[in-house]
Structures are given as structure tokens and as C-alpha cells.
């Protein structure tokens, strides 16, 4: 599952570029794309943790705003491969 919810988490930042996205808002779209799946808030936060780890996203910190996530190159490339 944590495969389909990094695709998913791809494809919606891709969807939401050049603008950075809200952690929340992502999570929100994910739980939409993967509706069958049902994903828990650990699977979410597992699998942005993953595409983290591969270098595909970059998430920044604001004490207003919570977390945003966008694509680094890398994560563009593989986000246009899905």
C-alpha cells in the first residue's frame, strides 16, 4: 500500500505545481485517490516519509502555515513516469 500511496502523493503534488502543498492537503487528497485501500494516518505519514527518503519531495516548516511538501527534480521526473 505504501507503493500506491507514494504515487499518489506524486501525482498530486505534480498536480499541484510549482506551488508547495500543505501537508494536510495532500493527506486529504490521498485518502480520496486511495479510497479502496482506506490509509490510516501512519500509512500516509509512512509513505511521504518514503518519497522523503528517495529525495522526490522537500517539505518546509512555517510556525503559521504547518508543513508544505514539493517536488524536488527528481520527484518531477518520477511523478511524470506514473
Known amino acids: ?15 499541484a505545481d510549482p506551488e508547495p502543498m500543505p501537508e494536510a492537503a495532500i493527506h486529504g487528497a490521498v485518502i480520496q485517490l486511495c479510497r479502496a485501500e482506506k490509509p490510516t494516518c501512519a500509512d500516509f505519514e509512512a509513505a511521504l516519509q518514503y518519497c522523503e527518503t528517495e529525495g522526490w519531495v522537500c517539505g518546509v516548516s512555517d510556525p503559521l502555515t504547518g508543513r508544505s511538501w514539493s517536488l524536488t527534480e527528481s520527484g518531477h521526473h518520477k511523478a511524470r513516469q506514473l
Do not use: V
Not at 1 to 15: E, G, N, P, V
Open 1 to 15: 500500500m505504501k507503493r500506491k500511496i507514494a504515487q499518489a502523493i506524486l501525482r498530486t503534488l505534480l498536480a
